[in-house]
């Protein structure tokens, strides 16, 4: 299965920590339509903020959500099962609070094609997955060992992990294939237990961990690697249903999410999410600007202008992410 990402992309930036109190952030959870389902109004998204920060991102909270930065100086909803039910234009008072220049959100849409990968936790169990699901957890069970990690064992254990699965998906990332970002991601992890290590380890050698995140109603998937050569022990299988059976079983806990479907879209990993009971919530994302930057934004010289400038340096990033956000607005 390889890595699993965030639900919402990791913060690219770190500008400190500027962030809003939660008395301000539930004075707006009415306004924007994105509603928390968190005891006593805290901010949808708190755990992970505290994981967030400490990793160096920049994250506020705003309209009873955490957001983090998603590219530049765009912000995206910190949790992976937020989602915009009310109007867009709702979020322009949040965009007056934060100070932020714009924000990237999911909005419900029944038509969409891509979304949130959700399941029901309630009764979940063996039946709850495609035949060819259950065969797999089962000899992964059969010949794996599950347990809990703390993030000291992680530490030592999950690094040849990290690095054999971003070969083979070909990229880099120094957070979790080199000796100090990952020292600095495990040390992130301490103290905080919402946050959950769980590994499948055949004949005492890790084959694949996992991270995972507890809040509210919620368990969110978060990242997940795993070696090579043992991927024929089914070890992947078994690890993700060994953590959402549990998870079931706890008191409190209803769904649970696993990240949004990929752009340009992986079959045989939304094959594998599908059979082990997981369903599209679907949902298009949006981007809306500030206020003051929205008029521009939404010209046609300027969008023309941005095309014209891609076309002239098709290496150039930000120009490809410019043209992205601006065509990605909704109608005024």
Known sequence: MGWRPAGAAPADESDG?????????????????????????????????????????????????VWARHRGPVYAPLAPEARLDGPVVALDAMLREARVPAVRVPVADPLADAGAYVLDLRGYALRSLSRSARRNVVRGLEGCV?????????????????????????????????????????????????????????????????????????????????????R????????????????????GLVHAVDGHTATLGDVGLDQYKRSHGFRVEPHRKVTRFHPWLAPL???RPALAAVRGLRRMLPEETRLALGERLMAEQDPL
């Open 232 to 251: 024929g022990h089914h070890a992947d299988h078994a690890l993700d249903f060994r953590v959402l059976s549990e998870a079931a079983a706890e008191p």
């Open 146 to 230: 599950i347990r809990r990690l703390e993030p000291q064992e992680l530490g030592r254990l999950g690094l040849l992990a990290n690095q054999d699965t971003l070969r083979r998906q070909r990229r880099s990332d120094p957070e979790f294939g080199e000796a100090r970002g990952w020292a600095r991601f495990v040390a992130s992890l301490q103290g905080v237990p919402e946050l959950r290590v769980h590994a499948a380890f055949v004949d005492d050698v890790l084959a694949t961990w996992t991270l995972s995140s507890r809040e509210g109603p919620w368990l969110r998937l978060l990242w997940k690697f795993g070696r090579s050569h043992l």
């Open 17 to 65: 920590a500027d962030v809003h109190c939660a008395a301000r952030a539930r004075k707006l959870c009415g306004v924007t339509g994105l509603t928390t389902d968190l005891p006593g109004g805290a901010p949808q998204g708190d755990a992970l903020r505290v994981l967030w920060e400490r990793r160096g991102r920049h994250t506020l909270v705003a309209g009873g959500w």
């Open 297 to 299: 934004t939404r010209s």
